[in-house]
């Protein structure tokens, strides 16, 4: 009996790790493709600005 409840315990914790980690992940690519945004946005600004300086 212990044994059964002791595997259950383990895969809900298992779930419950990959769930977050799956989160985590999901959260890091939001936060990355933003960056890739703003450096895009950015570069941009800067050519304007050599742009207006030639």
């Known amino acids: 009996m212990k ?3 002791d595997r ?3 895969r809900i ?3 419950r790790y990959r ?4 989160r ?3 959260q890091a690519k939001k ?5 890739q945004d703003e450096v895009t946005e950015l570069r941009m600004q800067i050519q ?3 742009n ?3």
Do not use: F, G
Request: glycine share 0%; no cysteine; hydrophobic share 30%.
């Open 19 to 22: 769930d977050k980690k799956r």
């Open 3 to 5: 044994k059964l409840t």
């Open 24 to 26: 985590e992940l999901e």
């Open 13 to 15: 914790r298992s779930k």
């Open 8 to 10: 259950q315990n383990s």
């Open 52 to 54: 207006m300086v030639n």
């Open 48 to 50: 304007m600005l050599r």
């Open 31 to 35: 936060t990355a493709e933003n960056l």
